[in-house]
Every structure is written in structure tokens, then in C-alpha cells.
């Protein structure tokens, strides 16, 4: 059975730092992994999309890398702001239509 | 383009009653899947409907049941509510483009 792991649970950041959010998974064979940010109350917001067959993916500020083989993904996001408060949470997929597992998430505070 | 969206967006319930929840997904999109998300944890797999069947069924009692129409929306009825079935309610719909799920904002449900 897929287990996945956030660690930290809670990040809290002064604003322009750097943040490394980290994601484990105990079964290597999946299909792709993606990471999802959730405002409080709110629904989930895509952010990255990797294939299983892909190290990494890049957008804007956002960078998140894949190990298949470790089971490990890290999402970083670069010169932190305010804004980017909430809660990321990483899931991935064995099946390529197949359920996602989450992990429990990351809250993140960025003080001004 | 409208993405997933799902109603109503919150709801109180007794113990004993039943709900309905409601899913639109994106635009062409013909896979809706289900997620229930507790407070403080990350979603939960409730199950899948493709071409109008439930193709794969997380870990959920029968009290849990939905429905597909031909226009690809969706319902997830909620039978006997518990109080431990107060949580957010997720609907995603599948991306055929790169596999990925865009996610609704959820329905908030209180049993009470």
C-alpha cells in the first residue's frame, strides 16, 4: 500500500527566503506526482505535474525535482512572499487515471 | 472556460439524515473523482466514475454512493450521516492532456 509523507508538517519563513518542502512515497512505481497548494477552507490548486518518466518540473518561482528510485520529491519555491501562505501537499498516482494518495501537507507561513 | 465546480458550497445535516453533493467537471472532461478531506489531513480517495460507472472504490462504507450522467457530472450521496463524516468534500476531473486532476473548491459539510 502507497504511503506518503510530508516533512515538516509546519514551515514558518521570514519573506524572500527560499522553501524546500519535502515529499516521501513508499512504492516507486508510480505513475506521475503532483504538488497542490490549499488556501485555508479552499479547494486544491494545481501547481506541478511530474511524469514518473521526468526529474523535474519548473514554473514561475516553482521548481519541483523527482527520485522515482528514493521515493522522493522536493518542491522549492524561490524568494518567498506573503502570498505564498497556505498549505502544499504533495499526491501521487500508481494508475495513470488511477486515485491519488496525499500526503498530510506542509502549512507554510511567510511572515513580512 | 468554467473549470470543476461543485455545490452547494457548504451544508449542515443532522446525524441520521442524508446529502447530496454535486460535481460539474471541466469542460470535456469525462473522469470525476471524489475525495473527502478531514480537517488537518490530506484528501481521501472515495472513488471514480468513468462512462457513467464507478470504475475504482476507495475505503469508504456503502453508506457512500454516487452517480454519473451523460453529461459527465456527478453526485456523491451520503447515507445515515455520522458525525465523522464532517469534512470537506472534493471533486476533481481528469486532465487527458498529462494526466494530472484539477480539483473544485469543495463542499463543506457539518453534521450535527
Known amino acids: 500500500k502507497q504511503e506518503v509523507t510530508q516533512i515538516p508538517a509546519a514551515l514558518s519563513v521570514p519573506e524572500g527566503e527560499n522553501l524546500v518542502l519535502n515529499c516521501s512515497f513508499t512504492d516507486s512505481a508510480i505513475y506521475n506526482l503532483q504538488w497542490f497548494r490549499q488556501d485555508p477552507g479552499k479547494g486544491l490548486t494545481s501547481l506541478l505535474l511530474i511524469q514518473s518518466s521526468q526529474r523535474e518540473q519548473t514554473s514561475g518561482r516553482l521548481n519541483a525535482s523527482l527520485d522515482k528510485s528514493s521515493g522522493r520529491s522536493t518542491l522549492y519555491i524561490a524568494a518567498s512572499q506573503p502570498g505564498d501562505s497556505a498549505t502544499y501537499l504533495c499526491?501521487?498516482?500508481?494508475?495513470?487515471?488511477?486515485?491519488?494518495?496525499f500526503g498530510a501537507g506542509t502549512q507554510v507561513v511567510v511572515t513580512p | 472556460d468554467a473549470g470543476v465546480t461543485q455545490s452547494p458550497t457548504h451544508l449542515i445535516k443532522t446525524r441520521g439524515q442524508q446529502v447530496t453533493l454535486r460535481c460539474s467537471p471541466k469542460s470535456g472532461h469525462d473522469t470525476v473523482s471524489w475525495y473527502q478531506q478531514a480537517l488537518g489531513q490530506g484528501p481521501q480517495f472515495i472513488f471514480q466514475y468513468y462512462e457513467e460507472e464507478e470504475r475504482q472504490r476507495g475505503n469508504f462504507p456503502d453508506r457512500f454512493s454516487g452517480h454519473q450522467f451523460p453529461n459527465y457530472s456527478s453526485e456523491l450521496n451520503v447515507n445515515a450521516l455520522l458525525l465523522g463524516d464532517s469534512a470537506l468534500y472534493l471533486c476533481?476531473?481528469?486532465?487527458?492532456?498529462?494526466?494530472?486532476?484539477?480539483f473544485g473548491s469543495g463542499t463543506r459539510l457539518t453534521v450535527v
Open positions: 499526491a501521487v498516482s500508481s494508475l495513470s487515471w488511477g486515485k491519488f494518495q
Open positions: 476533481a476531473s481528469f486532465e487527458q492532456s498529462n494526466y494530472g486532476y484539477t
